[in-house]
């Protein structure tokens, strides 16, 4: 009896070893790796910088110089009533002004005077100038500014993108790992209770114990089996929706088998402090880093473009074009040019009450007053919520050491009750229920240092730098 009630005890006073650890260990710096290299959201946030290229591009287009020609024939009753032959290349420039050289033939006994020139052809070289609406802004340059906006707008839509990515599955991360460590607490506990209740069972053989004691025993296995079989069945889980994160070369995805497995969590070192001081460093550098504030700020720079040029409608048009003519044949190509032979026009062009111009502008500076006022709610939200996640993390800094000092002193309080059980003072149920308390503590300490973790995670991501970590 003796030797059976000292074994029993000793079983009962082996510390919950964590098993099941064979497997190399998949760390969150590794998670990552694959994320930003090979996650289709990673190859999105690419298409999007390749978007912002192809639309600057695409408004550089505007100012491509460009050709024409036209040839305009009749002919009737054997007769060539007339033939114009019109080519020419325009060359638009970034300051709005165009600049033409072309060649014109024309020929024909009933030649609209007007459009009679050397019988060689007339060539001419000129410009147009806009001097008034479109001086200083126009269509087209305000299209390719807003195009270099939006490329610079794609490429903080491509951190914001990453940032939440690289959050959600942080937060998986150590989900996954607290629900592993938690199921490998319960199967040391079942194989504990397993082992209790053989010896349990030896001792009621021997008639030094009650049968009731082996039906506790039992049910003690029982609720704990089941407890792991929950444990196992959640980390299945979550080990297959941490999986959808997990990309190779060519698009294959790859899943989490058994050969990975999480750190253990006394071995996963909680994240060092974030102090008051840098928690403003990181409140105050929110206008400039953060994604949606830079997002916010490509948003107001493009409408301001576009303000610009509903201001530039208030102008009157007024396009004057000037052109050089030259005999195509004659000494004027050869550097003799005579400054009598040109040909100019102007063109005005003036609305009586700039209703539609004057609305344009008005909503604009609408629309610009409404985003600034977004941007200001949007500032304030982030500031808020980098503070909930810094008041979290010393919430649960705090709670991590009060857990742990809790672990120490129901290791205490087990080890004292298995004492009593050895000088026949205490019972079963009491050294069952003491474990239990010691088992649920460790629990809840997995749980806290996860949470912490990924509350640290929380305060860099909503200060929108987590997708610059390594």
Do not use: C
């Not at 700039?354 to 985003?371: C, E, H, M, W, Y």
């Not at 010393?394 to 004292?416: P, W």
């Amino acid at each position: 009896m003796k030797k059976l009630t000292t074994l029993l005890l000793l079983l009962v006073a082996s510390t919950l070893v964590i098993l099941g650890q064979d497997g190399q260990v998949f760390t969150q710096r590794q998670l990552l790796w694959y994320i930003g290299n090979y996650h289709p959201v990673a190859q999105q946030g690419e298409l999007l910088l390749n978007q912002g290229e192809s639309s600057v591009r695409k408004a550089r287009g505007s100012f491509d110089p460009y050709l024409r020609g036209s040839l305009d024939q009749k002919y009737f009753d054997d007769k060539t009533y007339f033939s114009i032959l019109g080519t020419g290349l325009t060359i638009p420039t970034w300051y709005g002004i165009e600049v033409k050289t072309g060649f014109d033939q024309n020929r024909g006994q009933f030649l609209n005077p007007e459009n009679t020139v050397p019988e060689a052809g007339l060539v001419f070289a000129g410009i147009s100038i806009p001097v008034g609406q479109g001086l200083f802004i126009d269509e087209r340059r305000a299209t390719l500014k807003q195009a270099k906006l939006f490329a610079e707008a794609t490429r903080a839509e491509q951190e914001k993108l990453m940032n939440d990515l690289y959050f959600d599955a942080i937060k998986l991360y150590w989900k996954w790992t607290q629900v592993w460590n938690q199921y490998q607490i319960y199967t040391e506990a079942v194989n504990l209770a397993q082992t209790r209740f053989e010896a349990v069972r030896q001792s009621y053989f021997l008639g030094d114990i009650p049968a009731i004691d082996t039906l506790e025993s039992f049910i003690q296995v029982q609720n704990r089996q089941m407890k792991r079989n929950q444990y196992e069945l959640l980390y299945q889980n979550i080990t297959l929706e941490l999986s959808n994160y997990l990309w190779f070369e060519n698009n294959i995805p790859l899943e989490i088998t058994d050969s990975l497995r999480p750190p253990v969590i006394s071995d996963a070192k909680a994240g060092e402090l974030i102090t008051g001081d840098t928690l403003q460093q990181l409140i105050s550098s929110l206008q400039d880093q953060h994604p949606d504030m830079q997002l916010y700020d490509y948003k107001l720079e493009s409408m301001e473009v576009e303000k610009r040029l509903m201001v530039e409608g208030l102008k009157p048009e007024i396009n004057l074009d000037y052109n050089a003519l030259f005999d195509a044949s004659g000494a004027e190509l050869n550097g003799e040019y005579l400054a009598g032979n040109y040909k100019w026009g102007i063109e005005v062009n003036f609305p009586l009450l700039f209703r539609k111009q004057r609305g344009d502008v008005q909503l604009a500076r609408i629309k610009i007053q409404d985003t600034r006022l977004g941007q200001q709610q949007k500032l304030l939200e982030l500031e808020n919520k980098v503070k909930s996640y810094y008041n979290e993390q010393l919430n649960l800094i705090g709670q991590l050491q009060l857990f742990s000092d809790a672990v120490i002193n129901y290791e205490r309080l087990f080890s004292g009750e298995k004492r009593k059980f050895d000088a026949g003072e205490s019972s079963l149920f009491l050294v069952n229920s003491r474990e239990t308390n010691l088992i649920q503590a460790r629990l809840k300490l997995v749980e806290i240092i996860a949470n912490y973790n990924v509350a640290q995670s929380g305060l860099i991501w909503a200060s929108g730098m987590l997708y610059r970590q390594p």
